[in-house]
């Protein structure tokens, strides 16, 4: 049970996310809505149908099975209007809670796959990350996904597109599937990247191994890594990690339901941590798992966090984020009007 002081702490902290998924966390009630506009039918007709239908193939099959449930309740948005409908349904539940900076890992790939052009998409979300600043006070920076199940040629030629998008997508990720699709396949898409001056950053060690987290910093070059569960297996990983500051964004909700962490006791962020890695905490699919304010309960009740821990790793957030550290001074301020109001 958390106690007054921990709430107040974990709501009211001005915070930022920088690990979550667009294509993943279409509020369910939204999904519905949209299915039934579009004639899109869904597994299930209520939010709790779908949250049943979810359950029983995360249970079953992990990432493997997370990644279907995404690809399903993602095939609702059609229209320009329905993916900026999900940008702002975002954004204004970072408002709710008190996120300022929100880096979006958006999965074009995931719509392509369905035949959504890639204009119709990206304008969506462009306008999306415009009326968020306006209506909401969110800053939002894109990182664009790769779907690496795909062939090394069909993530370049994504790559080459973002080209046009230059303006509104600050960096390169990857995700999906990662068993039998390691980060040396798509050495060719992080190079174009690298030149393009995107941000480098990939789903690593999440359901596969150690091995595919030092691919993604030695091939890739990335300067962060989405996950990285596995780094706990390996001491010299875990030493270069600290040493050269490469965050893990992790997700602890997430890895229990994919399978990439047994439970919340046994989670590695926190061991992480405490061998001097820079860890942020995000949601990854919220309406999956749970919000950013429930992960940073869960951090402070089942993960062993202290206070000052679950300070650090909502530091790490702005001070490892692509254009977030503007904001260091509002939050190094808050928090230590926190300490003294609240002693
Ligand atoms: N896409 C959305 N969430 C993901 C995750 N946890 N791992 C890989 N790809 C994803
Ligand atoms: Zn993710």
């Not at 966390?25 to 519905?32: Q, V, Y």
């Not at 920076?141 to 597109?161: M, W």
Request: hydrophobic content about 40%; charged content about 25%; some cysteine.
């Amino acid at each position: 049970m958390l106690t007054t002081r921990q709430m107040k702490l974990i709501v009211n902290m001005p915070k930022a996310e920088n690990h979550i998924h667009i294509e993943g966390s279409i509020p369910w009630d939204l999904a519905l809505e949209l299915g039934r506009k579009n004639g899109v039918k869904l597994p299930a007709d209520t939010v709790e149908g779908l949250r049943q239908w979810v359950e029983g193939i995360l249970k079953a099959d992990g990432l493997n099975g997370f990644m279907l449930c995404d690809r399903t309740i993602n095939s609702v948005c059609i229209t320009k209007e329905d993916y900026e409908a999900v940008v702002l349904a975002l954004a204004k539940d970072a408002r709710r809670q008190n996120v300022v900076y929100q880096e979006l890992h958006l999965d074009y790939p995931l719509n392509e796959e369905r035949g959504i052009p890639m204009e119709v998409v990206m304008e969506g979300y462009r306008s999306a990350q415009k009326k968020a600043k306006e209506q909401y006070g969110v800053e939002i920076v894109y990182i664009a996904g790769l779907d690496r199940t795909l062939s090394p040629e069909q993530c370049e030629r994504f790559v080459k597109n973002l080209e046009g998008y230059r303006d509104m997508v600050d960096g390169l990720g990857m995700d999906c599937e990662e068993k039998g699709h390691p980060c040396i396949k798509h050495q060719g898409s992080y190079r174009l990247a690298e030149d393009m001056g995107l941000f480098l950053t990939a789903h690593a060690g999440e359901d596969d191994g150690a091995y595919n987290i030092w691919d993604a910093i030695q091939t890739l070059h990335v300067s962060r890594i989405d996950h990285g569960c596995q780094s706990i297996h390996e001491p010299e990983l875990l030493k270069y990690l600290k040493e050269h500051e490469i965050l893990c964004a992790m997700c602890p909700t997430s890895n229990i339901w994919t399978g990439a962490a047994r439970n919340y006791e046994e989670h590695p962020a926190v061991t992480m941590m405490r061998a001097g890695v820079p860890v942020s905490i995000s949601s990854d699919d919220p309406p999956y798992m749970v919000d950013l304010v429930q992960e940073y309960a869960i951090a402070l009740d089942e993960m062993h966090f202290t206070e000052d821990e679950l300070i650090r790793t909502a530091r790490n957030a702005f001070a490892y984020s692509i254009k977030g550290q503007k904001y260091l001074e509002q939050f190094d301020a808050w928090v230590e009007a926190f300490k003294k109001n609240e002693a």
